[in-house]
Each structure stands twice: as C-alpha cells, then as structure tokens.
C-alpha cells in the first residue's frame, strides 16, 4: 500500500531506506511529500550511504526550501556534488533536526514495525528501513556504525537521478 500520509520522520534521527542502484552518475535526492507539510524546520540534509555506512553524496542543509512546506508533490534536492553510484544495495538518507511541525513523505507504511524488516537485522546488515543515530543536528561522521540502526516501520520512498 502506498500511502501519501505516512508518519512523519522523527526529529533529530537519521532515518535510512535500501533501495538497489543500477549504476551510473547521480546528482539528486528525491523523496515525494505526503498529507503534512513542514512548518518551521531545520537542519534538512539527504544522503546516499552504502551498506557499509560510508556517505557517498549528501546535500547541503535544505531546510529553507519552500516544497518542504507542501503537500503531496516531489523534493528534488541536489547532492553537493555528483556521485558515481556502485551497482548494488544503498541507502537513502533523510534528516529533519527540528521543526515546529514535521513533514510526512509518501510512503510504504506496513502497521507493525517488524514487518518490513522480517528476518533482517542491523548486525547482518540487511534491514530494508532502519533510523538511527538519534540526537543529530547535522548528518552524523561517516562510516555511520550500520549495526547500531534501529528496526523501523517509516519506509519513506525515497530515490536518486
């Protein structure tokens, strides 16, 4: 079921999403903006981590872009700079430090978190949506330490051109 309400990211923690790259040149970050827009954020920053944790692309702070503030629409953000992807299994990233009220993006919402992630785990280093750290204000140091990311229901669609 794809939902265009899903529940909104948690403040300050890392929320990650495994998608399988093809290949090829990237240079942006897209994710699609559920029913909630964002009001007053800050620290909004994209990714595109390996299974390793090593961040290959990030875009700078994105906090002040107006499509952040709508509903039910595309978030192109660029990545600082292009990225050659590998062929295999990546993760995308997304980060809200703060907001007054955070945004929700569109989703594959499974009701029970376990689900999603059924036979995986952080230590085989195989789930399909995972969040942590907690406590960010900014993307955290790369390697991000993969085994400690935390089983999480909030699959957000997220994708890289």
């Not at 390793?52 to 994105?62: C, N, P, S, W, Y």
Request: proline share 6%; with cysteine; charged share 5%.
């Amino acid at each position: 079921m794809f939902a265009n309400n899903s529940a909104a990211p948690v403040a300050g923690t890392l929320l990650l999403r495994r998608m399988t790259s093809l290949g090829g040149l990237a240079s942006n970050f897209v994710m699609a903006m559920g029913g909630t827009a964002g009001v007053t954020l800050t620290g909004v920053f994209g990714c595109l981590v390996t299974a390793a944790g090593v961040i290959l692309a990030q875009t700078a702070d994105r906090s002040a872009d107006a499509v952040l503030g709508i509903t039910l629409t595309l978030w192109t953000s660029p990545f600082i700079a292009p990225v050659q992807l590998p062929a295999g299994d990546l993760y995308g990233g997304l980060l809200v430090a703060t907001a007054v009220t955070m945004p929700s993006f569109c989703a594959f919402r499974t009701a029970v978190a376990p689900a999603i992630n059924l036979g995986k785990s952080a230590a085989a280093g195989n789930l399909e949506a995972a969040s942590g750290p907690a406590g960010l204000a900014v993307l955290p140091a790369s390697p991000i330490n993969m085994a400690a990311l935390l089983n999480t229901a909030a699959t957000a669609w997220m994708a890289v051109t």
